[in-house]
């Protein structure tokens, strides 16, 4: 396989792992929890599946960079690749930010309260945790688009 065909299956995989994920936390993982479980079963479960899923992004984060940094390369740097790609980085960097206050404030929060069986402060982090990721799945959904039809924007 030629190397540029391995980094761009390993950085959409990457790229589908993270995003993909968000989407089935917010549109089914969160809904069916909220549904079926009270708050000291729902708080554990979120935070431990928060724990996990933010485990493998933290994997994500470091194989779409190298990824992505490698194909950048391969096309001869920065000045050679299309405005989209650049745009791209952009809006990733913007995630791996969101991704890195997430982690270390209102996920801390969480699992901090659930640790302590406070269910009401576990419920107070939960808005920020939703919020945090609805914004993070849309620059992700807005970097896939610019990734297929950025080229045919000029």
Known sequence: ???????????????????GGMAALLFAVRPAAFETLSPPQRMPLL???LR???????LAIVVLLASGLAMIALYGG?????WSVHAM?????????LYGHLRAVPVKRLQR???????SAGAATLP???KLVSVNLALGVAVFA???VGRTLG
């Open 78 to 82: 920065f000045a050679s690749v299309h």
């Open 89 to 97: 980085l952009a809006l990733g960097l913007v995630m791996m930010a």
């Open 113 to 119: 309260a659930v640790a302590a069986s406070d269910w």
């Open 146 to 148: 610019l990734a297929v």
């Open 52 to 58: 996990r899923f933010l485990a493998g992004v933290g």
């Open 47 to 49: 935070a431990a599946t």
């Open 128 to 130: 920020t945790i939703r």
């Open 1 to 19: 396989m030629p190397i540029h065909a391995l980094l761009v299956l390993l950085h959409l995989l990457a790229a589908a792992y993270w995003v």
